[in-house]
């Protein structure tokens, strides 16, 4: 541990995110770019790879048990599905140092490239697969190695401006600035939720599983076309290339950064573990049980969460205000709380019908917006210059695989054989991990 979790920015607190920013551009007359368009470029960014991941997400509840495992029954298949779901999850850290070790070669915008451009590709891929009807086995096989590569890719796209927004924010501006990447997950989940509402209200049953569910993966790739240009047109800019050496947000090695920084990469991830755990529970695990056991129309399910999304925005973006006034780390830790007495609840809502299941909806939606909008680099402050570039991407590395990857399985597994009541618990382990996490964080940091 070499930096205080009250030294967020440290380097910067006299500054505002213009005036440094003012100064890199004005060393280049090319670089003529505005300290806004780094916000721009995270939200842009990260909304594109979380649309890219939700589409999948969705359709692994709603399409790939029919056309991928219709040799299973319903409930079988959407476990074997949502098994495939988080291998991308797991395959992530190794995209991370598989990256970090182009970039060290080849530079920051062949890495971001290669990172986005197969991200895009292997998703649209996707599109085109022949279900198990045509290449038995062997389709479920490449739907593995594709989701595979989504992983890889997703754990490539780091291009570290979040870091650096976070490095240039003022004094009393930080959570406001942490928040601004995080609301990417928000506004991907409602692009994809909303092509998904409309193909499952416009088409039959038969064209939607036919060809309808195919076209959201189209659009992926557009959209990872643009963002590649909108994220390359910063990395790649004289100014900020300057800043992100100056700041040292560069790479290093997968084995030295585990070894000098492992502790700090698991109070990091764990700090976050109420909200990951919350983040498909409310996203991904109900359209699987409402499928299976209840009479909802998808379509209107979807239009709630996508309201519900519109909540989490505007939680993620309250989030930064309530940060900056009460600090990050209690924002985190009452916010894991009240997920806690969430959970109390969420068995009886998600078996009250349609207005418990829209209310369990509405409610997660809203506190997930309020704990993920903080939920990225509450603690990452702990790593020195040298490491803050590649741990605060292990970091979330780690968070997703360990609270996310498996939660639409287990959650679905658990309650579907022994009860609802299973929701809770995992809700409640997300929640014990966030407060364990940061009392040993606050310790540490007290001891320093």
Known sequence: MTTSTSNIGQHSSDQTPGSELG??????????????????GVIIGRASEYFDFFVYGIASALV????????????????YSFAIFSLAFIARPF????????????????????????LGTSTAVIA????????????????????????????????????????NAPKGRRGWYAMLGQLGAPLGFIIAASLFAYLVSSLTSEDFLSWGWRYPFYVAFAINVVALFARL?????????????????????????????G?????????????????????????SWITLYSDQSISEFLVVQIIGACLAAVGTIASGAIADRVGRRNTLGALAVLIGIFSVF?????????????????????????????????????????????????????????????????????????????????LLSGCAATLIALTINRRLEARE
């Open 346 to 426: 969420a068995p009886k809502l998600l078996d009250g019908g349609a207005v418990g299941q829209d209310t369990f909806i509405l409610l997660g939606f809203a506190l997930l917006g309020l704990s993920y909008g903080q939920a990225s680099g509450t603690v990452t402050s702990n790593f020195s210059g040298k490491y803050r570039y590649t741990g605060a991407a292990l970091t979330a590395d780690v968070a997703w695989l360990i609270g996310a990857a498996f939660a639409p399985l287990t959650a679905l597994g658990l309650s579907a054989h022994f009860g609802l009541g299973y929701v809770s618990v995992y």
């Open 233 to 261: 047109r910063l990395v790649a800019a004289t100014a900020y290339s300057k800043l992100l050496d100056e700041r040292e947000l560069e790479p290093t090695g997968f084995v030295e950064i585990s070894r000098a920084q």
């Open 64 to 79: 790939f048990p029919s056309i991928f495992f219709p040799f299973a029954d319903r409930l079988q298949g959407t476990l």
């Open 128 to 167: 085109f697969l022949p279900g198990y009807a045509s290449l038995g086995t062997t389709s479920i096989i490449l739907l593995g190695i594709f989701r595979v590569l989504q992983g890889i890719a997703l754990g490539g796209s780091w291009d570290g401006l979040p870091s650096l927004l976070a490095l």
């Open 95 to 118: 995209g991370t140092a598989i990256s970090m070790a182009i970039q060290r070669r080849y530079g920051r915008e062949a890495k971001l490239s290669t990172a986005l451009f197969l």
């Open 23 to 40: 100064k890199a551009v004005g060393a280049d007359d090319h670089a003529q770019v505005n300290p806004g368009e780094i916000a721009v």
């Open 263 to 287: 502790g700090n990469i698991l109070i990091g991830a764990f700090a976050a573990l109420a909200s990951y755990a919350l983040f498909h529970l409310v996203t991904i695990f109900p359209l």
